[in-house]
């Protein structure tokens, strides 16, 4: 099941992220990596105090601000909480961000925040928001 998963998902999406990474390189565009993932409430018993995390490894003004974009009163958002980027557990930041000197960060979301429409809707937009006022801070 694992190497189905690995030849029907894993390797197709990769490719193509790695030939989009390429093709911005190529034209010589500004490039940022987000990667947007989920978190459970609850992780072995333990209740996470969490919202959001943005977890990152060499992107730390990356992240930094985005996470300043991001803030709001009583939001708790933690940084590289509620996980760490590793090379041993993930793939997307540390191949195609930190690999290539691509800022690269993940966006975890308490998935209770996301489960229905109106929570899916917010989240997209406070990202949405967050990243485009990044990306007008770095404009000349």
Request: charged share 25%.
């Amino acid at each position: 099941e694992k190497s189905r998963r690995v030849e029907l998902i894993f390797a197709p999406f990769h490719d193509r992220v790695a030939r989009s990474l390429s093709d911005h390189h190529a034209a010589r565009r500004p490039t940022s990596l987000v990667s947007l993932h989920s978190f459970t409430p609850t992780f072995f018993g333990v209740d996470r105090p969490w919202h959001a995390g943005v977890l990152f490894d060499r992107a730390a003004e990356f992240a930094d601000a985005v996470l300043e974009q991001m803030r709001s009163p009583g939001l708790v958002i933690g940084i590289n909480e509620p996980y760490k980027t590793d090379r041993l557990g993930d793939y997307a930041i540390p191949i195609h961000g930190d690999d290539r000197e691509i800022p690269a960060i993940m966006i975890e979301i308490r998935n209770d925040l996301i489960d229905e429409a109106v929570g899916v809707e917010s989240w997209a937009s406070r990202i949405v928001r967050a990243l485009s006022a990044v990306d007008d801070l770095s404009a000349p």
